[in-house]
T-cell receptor, first 111, second 114 residues
Framework: DGGITQSPKYLFRKEGQNVTLSCEQN?????MYWYRQDPGQGLRLIYY???????QKGDIAEGYSVSREKKESFPLTVTSAQKNPTAFYLC??????????FGDGTRLSIL | GNSVTQMEGPVTLSEEAFLTINCTYT??????LFWYVQYPGEGLQLLLK?????DKGSNKGFEATYRKETTSFHLEKGSVQVSDSAVYFC?????????????FGKGTKLSVKP
C-alpha cells in the first residue's frame, strides 16, 4: 500500500544527545515536510523539501537538521541545541501544489 | 501575514447533534482551504477541501463552503457519531510559488458522547 511511514513511534532522548526521526514515502511525491505539534498550538513547520538535495527552513528550524538524499526519504535530526524537544513530530509529503498526506507521527520525550 | 483562526475547544456534543466548527482566515490573495482530522495517536487525514470561492467541500457527511466575503470555511455535520471524536484542523495553502505549505489553525477537539 502507498503511504508515509514514520519510525519509531516513540523515541526517548537523553540530555545532550542527537536523535534522528525517520520518514519514508512510496507515493512518488516530490515534496516532503516536517511539522512539530504541541498541545494547543496546532502544527508548526520545521523544514520542507521540494526536490532531492534541496530543503528550506520553516518557521521553527533552530535546533533541527534534515537531509534529502533520496526522493523517498526525509530524515529529521533533533540536535542537542533544541532545548525543548518534547513534542509529536509529523512528516508529510505531497505532489507540488497538492494537499499533503501525513504519516502517523513520532512522539519524542526527554529522559 | 497569512493565518487561520479556529474556534477554541473542546467541543462536547451528544450523538446525532449538529456540529459547527468555525474557521476564519486572513490571507493576501486567494488560497485553497482544507479541513484535516486527527484521531487519537495518529497523523492528520485530509477530510475535505475547496479551491475557490463558493466551492463546497464534502466528505463522510461533513461539509464546508468557501466564503470569500466573510473569509470563512466553517465545518458542519448534520448528525455526529461517537466515531467523529477527534481533533479538527482548518488550514490554507497557496498553489504555485516556491512553498505550497499549509498554514494551520490550532485545532478544535471534538468529543461526542453516546
Amino acid at each position: 500500500d502507498g503511504g508515509i511511514t514514520q519510525s519509531p513511534k516513540y523515541l526517548f532522548r537523553k540530555e545532550g544527545q542527537n536523535v534522528t526521526l525517520s520518514c519514508e514515502q512510496n507515493l512518488n511525491h516530490d515534496a516532503m515536510y516536517w511539522y512539530r505539534q504541541d498541545p494547543g498550538q496546532g502544527l508548526r513547520l520545521i523544514y520542507y523539501s521540494q526536490i532531492v538535495n534541496d530543503f528550506q527552513k520553516g518557521d521553527i528550524a533552530e535546533g533541527y537538521s534534515v537531509s534529502r538524499e533520496k526522493k523517498e526519504s526525509f530524515p529529521l535530526t533533533v540536535t542537542s541545541a533544541q532545548k525543548n524537544p518534547t513534542a509529536f513530530y509529523l512528516c508529510a509529503s505531497s505532489s507540488i501544489g497538492q494537499p499533503q498526506h501525513f504519516g502517523d507521527g513520532t512522539r519524542l520525550s526527554i529522559l | 501575514g497569512n493565518s487561520v483562526t479556529q474556534m477554541e475547544g473542546p467541543v462536547t456534543l451528544s450523538e446525532e447533534a449538529f456540529l459547527t466548527i468555525n474557521c476564519t482566515y486572513t490571507a493576501t490573495g486567494y488560497p485553497s482551504l482544507f479541513w484535516y482530522v486527527q484521531y487519537p495517536g495518529e497523523g492528520l487525514q485530509l477530510l475535505l477541501k475547496a479551491t475557490k470561492a463558493d466551492d463546497k467541500g464534502s466528505n463522510k457527511g461533513f461539509e464546508a463552503t468557501y466564503r470569500k466575503e466573510t473569509t470563512s470555511f466553517h465545518l458542519e455535520k448534520g448528525s455526529v457519531q461517537v466515531s467523529d471524536s477527534a481533533v479538527y484542523f482548518c488550514a490554507l495553502m497557496f498553489y504555485g510559488g516556491s512553498q505550497g505549505n499549509l498554514i494551520f489553525g490550532k485545532g478544535t477537539k471534538l468529543s461526542v458522547k453516546p
